[in-house]
């Protein structure tokens, strides 16, 4: 990955291209936003690059929806992230984390999860909480400054075209909760998808393939 791809990227623009696209119309009239929620893979996904996934979801409008994935880290490490697109990096308390496998979309470009939301060059404000940026200067200020102080660096994206979502939700691929942030950044990867499920109060390991969303 090349550091200009850092400067580039950005989640408003990306336009929800999970390929191959697909212009479905909603199944249902009753509109649903699921911004700042989670999307766990039912147990029949099965396409691999979401099976056992749990997403959170950035951004869901009329246009579509992104989120990353935020329980399949890669073999990559923060450290070697930031000698590939040189940037110096001061606080080695990242060197060793994971870099994760955001989604299937654009998997050569960076986003940074992260809390607080701050305000880089090119970030997805959420909320107040949470935001996603895909600007270089998000890694020059974690490098160097240490911020923001909770992150979560991935590749790639995972991204709906309008309808799309609602489409999957209907024909039971996804379970949908709202999202509880510590869950992403205070646990394990490999804990993630069960805290998650555990919101809804559905033990993972008996999940059947059942439909359904809080």
């Given at each position: 990955?090349?550091?200009n791809r850092w400067t580039q990227a950005c989640p408003?623009?990306?336009?929800?291209n999970r390929a191959p696209r697909l212009k479905i119309a909603p199944v249902t009239t009753t509109t649903i936003n699921l911004t700042d929620h989670f999307l766990i893979a039912m147990p029949?996904?099965?396409?691999?690059?979401?099976?056992?996934t749990l997403t959170y979801i950035a951004e869901h409008n009329e246009n579509g929806a992104m989120g990353v994935i935020v329980n399949r880290p890669t073999d990559m490490r923060l450290a070697t992230l930031f000698e590939r697109v040189d940037i110096p990096l001061e606080h080695h308390e990242f060197a060793d984390l994971p870099v994760y496998f955001g989604g299937p979309v654009q998997s050569d470009r960076g986003f940074v999860l992260h809390r607080p939301a701050g305000k880089w060059h090119s970030t997805l404000t959420v909320n107040d909480r949470i935001g996603l940026t895909s600007s270089r200067d998000v890694l020059q200020s974690l490098a160097s400054d240490g911020e923001p102080g909770e992150v979560l660096v991935a590749l790639g994206y995972a991204g709906w075209s309008a309808g799309q979502l609602e489409h999957e939700l209907a024909q039971?691929?996804?379970l949908t909760v709202p999202a509880?942030?510590?869950i992403v950044f205070d646990l394990p990867s490999e804990e993630r998808l069960v805290a998650a499920m555990q919101l809804l109060g559905?033990?993972?390991a008996k999940l059947s393939d059942v439909a359904g969303h809080a």
């Open positions: 990955m090349s550091g408003k623009s990306c336009r929800y029949a996904m099965a396409d691999p690059n979401f099976s056992r039971n691929a996804w509880d942030l510590s559905v033990d993972f």
